[in-house]
């Protein structure tokens, strides 16, 4: 069996073509630059055709988190003030990611468990399916309550998955939703109990994985020409964007009051189990 | 705090640029040359930056009608016979009004509690964000079975909310749907009890009116831009279509119908309580 | 009133422009040249005004079975071996009669009862609309695990009417859904008590043909118009595609696998009943 390993991303393959990816960056599962040097690892592994890949299914070794934001970093480094912005290598090698996990003729699932706050969140959404815990899953963009806007895809797919006024909605507020609402909006295929849900993903994994790859990277190709998903450099556009909002004097001093607010960075265990409240109304 | 009032369209600001209407138009809140005036006299005051509007929220002082059809005109103006028209001043001014709802940087909100028929429906439709009642909200667009089409939005912005299907049973059916399928449908962001449904987009409006507008505003502007909404000159061209097929003999032929079978016009409060069993096969 | 009968499929007018397609081809309603061409009858019988036909309901006289797929052709006729295909006049054909379902003035409805495997489930989600027993319901794209794709509208109806996410799953799985999930997908309309389903549909087929076509035909105009459906050009590509999947070494290496998995063709009815399962990993 093929695998695939650095500190904090580990690939397996667990049937014929069958892959899983686990996450595991302590303590909440932030996204910094070796995160992404794992991820990045994923998709050039499956890009080589010697590997095999046909299915990839993206699972967090946190139950509390599956993915968290990007964690911000303070031009003076003492995590107190400075001007604040995120880390330019991931910001810019996001887009060419992102397009892959939808464009790709690998086939991307993600089985949420925890929290997925901001740039976790723009990767749930992001890849082909998404199977949430019922009892364990909070899904929150929290960009607009820091000043900008989803400058990863968040935005785009959750107009994609989930129309007009719900993604409205989901993005303005900045506010988390849990699994039976998530399925509701349709931005995971399904909400399952948590005890059904990695054997229910794994089933449908290797189902998948056992078929013609020829009709199934077909199927997945025709179902992105009828219905087009953000381009990289859509997703450039709305991350420079983003972080254009980020850099005004409005945005640096909603960042600054909120670092404040929650104590400085980086934030504690508590603050990030419950980072959406951060942006209620004092 | 900033106000606006006319007889029938009040504002009111209840936090830091998210503002409040009321629409009050007894005895069944139809939509009127009165109405629209304070509708448009809402929009030129979010419109001037003075007035720091972030968030609207439009709800109605009428438990049993969130908002009614535009009452139709009678060319002999006796109440029973003569051509049937709608007013020209609301036919006219609602495709820049409907658009402004669904592009202007300020969010704008509908608590739906009671029915609403007809024009209020479209109304509603147009809106960012609905949120409804769920004991107590119908919605229809009666214009099919009353001869012609919905002319104002409601046929667009019911695919948009509720996809293909859905919105070919909603429209061509002119009958109503309650809370609980209009959440499944999409047509409503959710379906929430009576007693919690004003608590609850109070605390959403505040926390949107709350954030950094250029935020906020740059978010809205892009989910329009990855999914054009209907411009004006779509919805004066549905609305051409919709006031031809009134204008037929068919059409014609079908109001006159209906008024007799509702025992003339204006309606009583009783026909306008359950107006869609007035198209029912006899 | 108006009646049209072949063998397999008859029509009959049950009010005013309201008419009822029944098909009926033991043992599995499988689409066969007989149904096809029942199936074109009751187009050209549609298409002709003299017929004032208004909204087609189209149900089974199986209740195991809505429709089923088409049956494939062994080149050598023994049922056992040799090269399979599709029948070439229904391949032909059925990208302008798919195109129809939904462009046509006349209204299209399905009720759902039993199974829709493969083309019967292309067929179902090509109509305007859809309702399905809750009790007994199961539709499965079939073709990803037969090592081709679906080639007649069903990849692209379940993303207009499900999303891509949930098209994904249910296109690249091959495996079925049942009616609660197929209503929460967006792939039916409803999915309602099984003893209520006939006159609830019943019911809606009256009012609209109740009402002026023009409008109603105007309201499906425009519906397509702001959406447009999959044109016979684009059917008829992907059916290309999904024929030359079939025909490839590794196409018709999943069949005969399958085929003797299945003990041979034309499958027994207790193979049909669950054929989805024919599809899962050994």
């Given at each position: 069996m093929n695998t695939l390993q650095n500190e904090v991303v580990s690939l397996q393959e667990v049937a014929a073509g069958c892959f899983t990816v686990v996450i595991d960056n302590p303590p909440y599962n932030l996204v910094d630059a070796q995160v992404f040097a794992g991820l990045q690892a994923v998709k050039s592994f499956a890009e080589d055709?010697?590997?095999?890949?046909r299915v990839l299914v993206f699972k967090s070794a946190n139950p509390e988190f599956f993915l968290n934001h990007v964690g911000l970093v303070m031009a003076?480094?003492?995590?107190?003030?400075?001007e604040v912005s995120e880390p330019l290598e991931i910001m810019q090698g996001w887009p060419a990611f992102s397009h892959w996990l939808s464009s790709s003729p690998v086939v991307t699932i993600v089985i949420l468990r925890g929290r997925a706050w901001g740039f976790g969140c723009e990767f749930a959404l992001s890849a082909d399916m998404r199977f949430a815990s019922k009892e364990n899953t909070r899904l929150c963009l929290l960009e607009v309550g820091f000043?900008?806007?989803?400058?990863?895809g968040g935005l785009e797919w959750s107009q994609l998955l989930a129309g007009r006024a719900r993604a409205m909605e989901f993005v303005l507020s900045s506010d988390d939703l849990e699994a039976d609402t998530l399925e509701l909006y349709g931005l995971v295929n399904r909400s399952l109990p948590d005890a059904e849900l990695d054997a229910s993903v794994d089933k449908l994994a290797r189902r998948i994985a056992s078929f013609n790859p020829a009709g199934v990277a077909m199927a997945k190709s025709y179902l992105t020409k009828r219905q087009p998903v953000p381009l990289p450099a859509d997703l450039a556009e709305i991350s420079a964007a983003a972080g254009g909002l980020l850099s005004t004097d409005a945005g640096q001093a909603v960042v600054g009051r909120l670092i404040v607010k929650a104590g400085g960075?980086?934030?504690s265990n508590e603050v990030e189990l419950d980072l959406p409240k951060l942006c209620d109304v004092d």
């Open positions: 055709p010697a590997n095999g890949v003076d480094q003492d995590g107190s003030a400075g000043g900008a806007l989803p400058g990863g960075v980086p934030f």
